[in-house]
Structure formats: C-alpha cells, structure tokens
C-alpha cells in the first residue's frame, strides 16, 4: 500500500520522534497563551470601563472612585498585568467583577454543558457528514452528488440563529415534541446540537467528497476492484481510511470551533455554555473573566491542534518519519 | 483505461445507511426517558433577558436581579397596586429632624433560618451596604451616614444633608434587610450561595445562565403565596423566549421591546400585555457648542420630533408622550405643563430665525438597542432640516461615555433614557440638569437654584412648587428633546393572573397560578 522507501527506514525512530514532537509542540503552545494572555489583558482594558457598567449612571465621582479602588483597579496598569501574570501558573484567575465569585470557580461551572454541546454536535455532524461525503463522492456529477452538495452548501451558508429558530418553530412550537430552550435532560441537548452541528456537517461532507474522489481514482482501488470487493468492502476500508487523513484535520479544527463557537447557538437556545458566559463578561467589561474566557478558548484550541497532529501518526505511519 | 466509475448499489446504500440509522434513532430513543421537572404542585416561571449578576442583594443595583431577589428579600417600603409607597418591613416612618429619617419595624418578621429581622438586623444591612469593603453598586443612599438601632423596633437613618426622598429610596436595593448571623455563618461569598432573606419565598438552587428556583415561604409575614413554586429563566434572545411560551416552557415573558412583542401577536393560547411604564425617554442637547446654544434651535428640534408619530410607528403605540422629563407617576410631575405642539413649519421658522434657514448638520448618538428609534427620529429632525447622522455604539462603550469627564463625549445629541424608580422627579434630574452634575450640558442659575430647593426641602408641597417651576423652565428652555416613557410589555400564557406596577419589578407574591 504505502511506498516501500519510506516504510524501510519509519521503525527506529518513531518513539523519541512523537516526544519531541509533545515537548516542541507544548512549548510552542505556552508562548502562544502568554502571547493571548497578555492580548487579552490590553485589549479588553482598552474597551471600556467596568466600574461605570456597574454603577448606575448617577452615580457621583467619588463613588466611582471607592469602587475602583475596592476593585483594585486603580493600581497602575503594569502592577494589575504583573499580577495577573503571576496567578497564571497556579490558575489564579481573580474575581469576577459583576458576580463577585472566583473566576475559574464561574468558567469552571459552565464546562459541562458546553463540553456536552460540543460533543453532542460532533457526533451529529459525523454522523450526517461521513455518510453524506461518500454517498457524494460516489455519485460525483450525478443528481445525488448535486442534492447532497446543494444540501450541504444551504448548509454551510446558514446562520446559526436562523437555523436554531426555525429547528424551534418546527420542533417545539408546532410539533411540541423538543423543547424550545433551556438546559437539563437529553431532549434539551439536540435543537442546539443539530443547529451547531450543521455548518460543521458542511465543511466536513464537503472534505470528505473530494479527498474520496481522488483516493477511488487511484490505483489501489482500482486493483481492489480488480480482485472482486465489494464496492462497500472497497469504500470502507480502503476509501475512507485513506481519505481519512484531511478530514481528520478539519474535524480537529471543527472541535475547536464547536468548543469555541457556539456563542450564537447557546444565546439562542439560553444554553448556560461558556461562548454566552463569554459574551455576558465582555459586555459588563468584566476583565478578569474575559481574560480566563479567552485562554480558556486559546488553551482548548492549542490542545486539540496537538492531538490532530499526534493523531496524524496513528493513522499515516509517512508523518512520523518527517517530524 | 479510464477509471471505473464507482457505483453505490443499492444493497451498498442500504448499509451505509444502515450504520447512520442507530445514531439518529439516540436520541430519540433518549427523548423518551427525557426528566420531568421533579418539582411538585403548582409552578410560575418568568423568563427575562438574563440572570442576576449576583443573588447577594446588596452587591448588585439593576433591576434585572432586583426582579428576582425581591421574590427572596423585602424592603423597608414597598409600592402598593396605586403605586403609592406601602409599608414593608417598616409599618411607618417620620423625619423628626432633617438629617433623620426614622423607621418603625414590623414586630414578628423572622428570616427564612429563623433569625428575627428587628432593628439590630435592619441597622446591621444598611450599615454593611455604606461599608466600602462590601463594594456594593447601590448609589442612592449616597446621604446616608449610618444606620442606628434606637430599639428593638425603630431604626434611624442619619444623613449627613437632607434627603426627602429616602423613604422612596428604601423600597428597592437600598431597603433589603440582610440575616446578621447568618451572614457572620457563613460568610459574604456563603451567602451568596444560598441567599436567605425574610421574603415570599425561600431559595431552592441557582444554576446560572440555566435557572432559579425559589419555593413558596410558608411562613410569609403577609401570608403564603398561592402556588408553590417560582422559577425565572434567563433568556437572552427574544424570539426564543416567545417560542419557549408558545410551547408551554414558560407562563410569563418579560422586559420586551415592542418589536419583540409583535412577533406572537395573533396567536393563541399566548397574550402581549403592556401597562404603563416609567422608563422616559430622551435627546440631551449640548447647549455649550454649535448651533444647539442657541435656544430657538433646541426648541426647534422638540417641535420636529414628532412624538405621537414616534410612538405609533415605531413603539406600536406602546407608550406614551411626555411632556419634559417627568413620568406621570412620579411625585412632582404638574399636568398642566403640556408637550410641545408638533409643527415642521414651526420649527423651521425658528431655525431660520436663529439663522440656520437651510439647517444644519449633526449627530445622534444611540446605543445599538436603540437603532430603530434613532432612525426613525433623525428622519423627524431631517425633515425640519436638521440632518443628524445616526451613530451607534454599544452599551459598555455608551455608559462609559455618558459618565466620563468628557461632557461631548457621546457627541452634540444623544438618545437617554432613565427609570426613576423612586417614583419621584428627583431621580430623573439627578445627574444632568444643574451645571456641576456630570451629565449636564446645561448652565443655568434658576435650574440650578430649583435642584437645590427639590433635593434639599423636605416637605412635599415646597418641592412640588420647585418641580412646577422647573418643568415650566425646560420646556422654555429646551435643555432636551423630551420623549416617551415606554410600557411595560409581557407575553403570557393563559395560567398567570399578575399585574405589575409602573416600575415593572417582578414581584411575584400576589400572582395566581391556574393549572
């Protein structure tokens, strides 16, 4: 299958090759999150002020001032960024300005339910996409290629909140069999996993569609055929592990955008998730949640990207001779 | 040899879908052991736009977690159903001396742990609220110095000047009477937590962002409410609150815009509800720069902006015009002060005269929310000749804006509104008519000198004089381009019976439930 120069000389170095490969990449991703951090810190100090969205609009001068001070937002810029640096390692946060809670302790609460939205949206995206990207490729140029590409590109270009209304109006309002909104048993998790999951069943079904068109046009498979397979035998086993590859990076970064991007979604849905917890801090200006929000979607990132590229060895053994 | 085209037969179809199909059958397989709410008996939920910022009372002032946490905590006053103050955990109140406001308690109140809310407890709240450390956002009790037990049932509020309005000020987050040893258990951080006030209902659990439970609080001093639970729903996005009322999610949506309301209007089973409102609105002139000194302009922009038609096309006639800042229901509003008569050919007379005969460029400062009002009152103005570009900035941007040391900052014009909750004039001109507050644009010794006599008389007929007068002035004067003040406006299902007042808190007490 794989050419035999390159499979002669994989063996002996893989083990150290994917170490260097962690330490490399971890580093890497500590400068990254220091570069966000420190981004984070400036620019949601340079969009306004928290202590006049806390007070209401009359209140005096000298009022503002105790508030800032018990804030400890008085304190030159430098001494509050040194702080906050300083805290980073041990996951020291601060308080939150509004909800007068430790940070991490209020981000941390909101984890489960974007996890499981996150994951509840990548299995429904997988489970349309892959099915959809081969049934696709297989029939390139033909009326099912042109529905499924149709489908998907409606898909691709419709916006989250219009698509989570009208999953509502069909779903809850006139069916009444899905509720409309909230967060609780099973039946609440799917309007917002199909809704986010549809821009991802996009990108992935139309990956998958071309990366399957050049893999069954090469020549294994044409000697699989060759030998008898069955064509689901062929495209199973031989197509989709070998179309794999891409789309595993895509669906890498999907994860990353469903961990990330369902801001839309969960206001819609008033899904108590950390894309809604995110929007709420940066309109109360509320910095240090802002901050620990933004490197909690740095740090998530960085990971998955780490794991795509480890997960690139397990399945192209070719990766790990050139790293 | 051209490739083979790869064909998908229909055994093949078959299983691929076949792997597909037990993964779309999960979660409908699931939706059948979906949890029922597990609470018992009869349950009210509201929904508004979000959750409040904290369940400590007295470390939060915005009427979005005022309308939950008075559900849990009284306040020394209370409005009755004719909007009038109404004893609370005070029974009365007297000034004996103008530095001193008096309270006489309700004797037997206890708090949801059993504590007694007596003097020493009322006395202990107020006092944390001044205290710097608790960094509490309430302003209003800005003359207060203290807080004294004098005994078990009477507390004073000594002020370091004179403030009328205190009693009024005491009815909302000022007013809330915290658990003293409670608080000493468990700690400002435990408190918040679990919250325990003397109010209709006792906490159950808080999941932000998700929900708010409360249960009815059987040993309620004015009687147990009638249902057993209430729950409030944090949601963000209007269309799927309304569609979560269509589908049985929730009885009552609150805090909508009338735009928001128009979208289930006709359907059955769910009701828009508006009632009166005090939130007023309106344009702060600069009076120290450009053409807006001079006061036959800023007359002129209050005879363009065509208020009525404002009202009807934009607000679905969902509010109503004022004639300077005052709400009607506020102490101090004089109905004999009319609004400006509404006359393009007027007001380009006057901006002739004052020597802008083709106009003048501007801008209007609005916050995003806003948009379709500043819209819709720039093409008033441009019809006058006044050509005022619309410009919008977010809500963070505008408050920081509106209160910094920059009066110009949100530019010559900009769209305000404000809800004088007290239900007293005063509130409205606290921050932007006499020349040193920080929202005025404006220099005039007789506002002025009409401020200081309404903030610092105490009897009310001397400060209804000074209120007379000083609407008479703004009308003259036009300072502003005075506005509406804006319903009220809830959708409801047909199981709530609930009516709010005119400051719109979501005090649930009194609401009937029908299953």
Not at chain 2, 82 to 90: E, F, H, S, V
Not at chain 2, 229 to 236: A, I, R, S, T, Y
Not at chain 2, 339 to 356: E, N, T, W
Not at chain 2, 436 to 451: N, V
Request: charged share 15%; net charge positive; hydrophobic share 45%.
């Amino acid at each position: 299958m794989t050419a035999p120069t390159v499979s002669v000389t994989k063996t002996p170095a893989a083990g150290t090759g994917v170490l260097r490969v962690v330490v490399t990449k971890v580093l890497t991703a500590i400068v990254v999150l220091f570069f966000v951090a420190t981004a984070a810190f400036f620019l949601v100090r340079l969009s306004g002020d928290p202590v006049k969205l806390i007070l209401p609009p009359d209140a005096s001068a000298a009022q503002e001032a105790t508030l800032r001070a018990s804030l400890g937002l008085d304190r030159p810029l430098l001494t509050q960024y040194l702080d906050y640096l300083g805290g980073l390692p041990r996951l020291h946060f601060g308080n939150s300005l509004v909800y007068d809670q430790p940070v991490s302790e209020v981000l941390l609460a909101r984890v489960p339910a974007t996890l499981e939205l996150a994951a509840a949206a990548l299995v429904v995206a997988l489970v349309l996409a892959i099915p959809a990207g081969a049934f696709a490729a297989l029939r390139r140029g033909r009326a099912g290629d042109s529905g499924v590409m149709a489908g998907v590109l409606i898909g691709q270009s419709t916006p989250a909140f219009w698509v989570g209304i009208v999953l509502i109006l069909i779903f809850a309002v006139q069916l009444q069999v899905l509720p409309a909104s909230g967060y609780g048993g099973f039946t609440h998790l799917i309007l917002p996993a199909v809704t986010l999951a549809v821009y991802s069943v996009a990108v992935i079904a139309r990956l998958l569609r071309s990366s399957m068109i050049d893999v069954l046009g090469s020549d294994y498979i044409r000697t699989a055929r060759a030998k008898g397979l069955s064509t689901g035998g062929i495209v199973v086993s031989h197509g989709m592990r070998n179309a794999a590859l891409p789309v595993v990076t895509v669906i890498g970064l999907e994860v990353g955008t469903l961990l990330g991007g369902a801001i839309l979604t969960e206001q819609v849905f008033s899904w108590p998730g950390i894309g809604r917890l995110t929007v709420e801090a940066i309109q109360n200006r509320d910095f240090p949640l802002v901050q620990a929000s933004v490197l909690f979607f740095a740090a998530t990132f960085v990971v998955v990207n780490l794991l795509v590229d480890l997960s690139y060895t397990v399945l192209d053994p070719r990766v790990r001779v050139t790293s | 040899m051209a490739p083979p085209r790869s064909r998908l037969t229909r055994r093949d179809a078959l299983r691929l879908g076949g792997l597909a199909l037990p993964a779309l059958a999960l979660p409908g397989l699931l939706a059948g052991c979906g949890s029922a709410d597990g609470s018992v008996g009869s349950v009210l939920r509201v929904a508004q736009t979000s959750d409040p910022k904290t369940l400590d009372p007295q470390k939060q002032g915005d009427l979005t977690s005022m309308n939950v946490l008075t559900n849990l905590f009284d306040t020394l006053t209370t409005r009755g159903p004719d909007n009038q103050l109404a004893p609370g955990l005070a029974l009365s109140w007297i000034s004996p001396d103008p530095l001193t406001w008096r309270f006489k308690l309700r004797p037997g109140v206890r708090f949801h742990n059993g504590e007694p809310c007596d003097a020493k407890a009322v006395a202990f709240s107020i006092n944390r609220l001044l205290d710097p450390a608790t960094k509490s956002p309430i302003v209003e009790l800005r003359y207060v110095k203290q807080a004294v037990v004098v005994d078990e049932l009477t507390v004073d509020l000594r002020c370091s000047q004179p403030d009328p309005i205190i009693p009024a000020k005491v009815s909302l987050f000022g007013g809330v009477a915290v658990p003293p040893g409670y608080l000493k258990q468990v700690g400002s951080a435990g408190f918040a937590k679990h919250p325990v006030g003397t109010g209709p209902f006792t906490f159950v659990e808080f999941q932000r962002d998700h929900q708010m439970r409360m249960r009815a609080n059987p040993g309620y001093w004015a009687g147990r409410p009638s249902f057993d639970e209430l729950v409030f729903l944090p949601m963000p996005d209007p269309s799927s609150a309304l569609a979560s009322l269509q589908s049985n999610e929730v009885d009552i949506v609150a805090s909508l815009t009338p735009d928001a309301a128009l979208q289930i209007q006709g359907y059955t089973g769910v009701a828009i509800r508006n009632y009166p409102g005090i939130r007023t609105s309106y344009l702060s002139l600069d009076t120290t720069a450009g053409p807006l000194r001079d006061v036959r302009v800023r007359q002129a922009l209050n005879h363009a902006v065509d208020v009525p038609l404002l009202i009807k096309a934009v607000l679905d006639g969902k509010a109503r015009e004022v004639p300077t800042m005052f709400p009607r229901e506020s102490f101090g509003f004089d109905p004999s002060i009319t609004p400006y008569s509404r006359d393009v050919g007027l007001a380009k007379r006057l901006l002739a005269d004052a020597g802008f005969p083709n106009g003048f460029d501007t801008s209007l400062t609005a916050q995003t929310g806003d948009s379709n009002i500043a819209e819709a009152i720039s093409g008033l103005l441009a019809k006058a000749g006044v050509r005022a570009r619309v410009n919008l900035v977010d809500t963070g941007t505008y408050t920081s804006r509106l209160t910094s040391n920059n009066r110009s900052a949100l530019g010559p014009i900009y769209l305000a509104a404000s809800t004088g909750w007290t239900l007293d004039a005063e509130s409205l001109v606290q921050s932007n008519v006499r020349h040193d507050r920080r929202q005025s644009r404006w220099s005039s010794p007789e506002a002025d000198r009409l401020i200081d006599a309404e903030e610092l008389t105490v009897g009310p007929a001397g400060r209804q004089r000074a209120f007379t007068a000083l609407q008479s002035l703004l009308k003259q004067e036009a300072p502003f381009v005075f506005l509406y003040q804006i319903d009220n406006i809830y959708a409801v299902n047909t199981r709530p019976r609930w009516q709010p007042g005119v400051v719109g808190v979501l005090g649930m007490a009194n609401a009937q439930v029908t299953s």
